[in-house]
C-alpha cells in the first residue's frame, strides 16, 4: 500500500511537471523550447527527429551554433547602429564646426583700442589730440568735473 | 600722473585750437578767467591773446580784473608780454585806444595807456 502510494505521487509530480513544461514551451511560438541564449531566441530546428536517441549530441550541436550565429547577426545589427550613430555625430561635429567657422567669417570683429589705452594710461584721454575730438559742451563738463578739486587745493 | 590743474590746463590748451572758437572764448571767458588758480587764469589769459579776435582780445584787455587788469602781477604780466608778442597787433591797438578814450573805470584806463605805449615801443 505504501509503496503503491508512493508511486501514485511520483506519478502526479511527473505528470504536473509535464504541464508546467507545456505552459513554458507555450509562451514562445518559434521556441518550443523556450530556452533563450543571452536573450536571443535560439533559431534552432525544433522538430524532434524519430531517432532521439542517437540524436542528442547532435541537436544540442545544432541549437549552440544557431545561438552563435543568431549573436552574430544582432552584434552586425548593433554595430552597424552604433557605426550610423557616430558617423552622424561626427557628420554633425563638421557641420556644426562649418557653421562656426562661416559664422566666425561673418562676424565684425572690434576692439576699442582707444578705450583699451584709455584705461591702461588714463592720462591718455587728457592729451590735446584726444580732448579736440570733443565738442566745447563736453569740455566744460569735464572741466566742472575737474574744478571743485582745484578749488579747495 | 596728471593733477587736475594739468587736466585743466589741457582743456585749456584745446580750446585754443578748437574749431568752435566763438564758444571755446565763450567757455574760457566764463570758467577759466574766473578761476582761483592764478595758473589757470595765466594760461586762460595767454589763449584768449593767441586767438587775437576782438572777442578774445576784449576780455582781457578791458574786463577788470582779468587779463592785464588781473590782481595777480603773475597774470598781468603773462598777458601783456603775449600781447607783446603777437604778429598782428592792430586789433589789439584798437581795443587798447578805445578803452584809453572811453572805459568808464580809471584803473583800467591807465592800465590800457600803458600797455598800449609798451606796444608801441616793442614794435
Known amino acids: ?153 | 600722473m596728471m593733477n587736475n590743474k594739468e587736466k585743466i590746463k589741457q582743456i585749456i590748451r584745446t580750446l585754443g585750437e578748437h574749431k568752435d572758437s566763438e564758444s571755446a572764448i565763450n567757455l574760457l571767458t566764463e570758467l577759466g578767467t574766473n578761476s582761483p588758480d592764478d595758473e589757470i587764469r595765466e594760461l586762460t589769459a595767454q589763449t584768449l591773446i593767441k586767438k587775437n579776435t576782438h572777442d578774445s582780445l576784449k576780455v582781457v584787455l578791458i574786463s577788470k580784473g582779468k587779463g592785464i587788469n588781473d590782481l595777480s602781477a603773475r597774470v598781468a604780466m603773462a598777458s601783456i608780454n603775449e600781447l607783446l608778442a603777437l604778429k598782428d597787433k592792430n586789433e589789439a591797438v584798437k581795443i587798447l585806444d578805445d578803452t584809453v578814450k572811453m572805459h568808464s573805470d580809471e584803473e583800467v584806463r591807465n592800465t590800457a595807456r600803458s600797455v598800449r605805449a609798451l606796444m608801441t615801443f616793442s614794435s
Open chain 1, 1 to 153: 500500500m505504501e509503496i503503491g502510494k508512493l508511486s501514485l505521487h511520483t506519478t502526479k509530480t511527473v505528470q504536473n511537471n509535464q504541464q508546467a513544461k507545456k505552459i513554458n514551451t507555450n509562451k514562445f511560438s518559434t521556441n518550443p523550447f523556450g530556452v533563450s541564449f543571452k536573450g536571443n531566441v535560439i533559431q534552432a530546428d525544433v522538430f524532434e527527429s524519430s531517432n532521439k536517441s542517437t540524436n542528442v549530441i547532435a541537436q544540442k550541436s545544432k541549437m549552440f551554433a544557431s545561438a552563435v550565429v543568431s549573436g552574430i547577426n544582432n552584434f552586425n545589427e548593433a554595430f552597424k547602429s552604433r557605426i550610423n550613430a557616430i558617423v552622424s555625430f561626427g557628420k554633425k561635429v563638421t557641420k556644426d564646426a562649418f557653421d562656426t567657422m562661416e559664422r566666425i567669417g561673418n562676424t565684425e570683429i572690434k576692439i576699442d583700442m582707444e578705450g583699451i589705452k584709455n584705461k591702461m594710461f588714463p592720462d591718455r584721454q587728457y592729451s590735446v589730440k584726444q580732448l579736440s575730438n570733443k565738442s566745447v559742451d563736453e569740455l566744460k563738463g569735464m572741466w566742472e568735473d575737474l574744478t571743485p578739486e582745484v578749488e579747495a587745493a
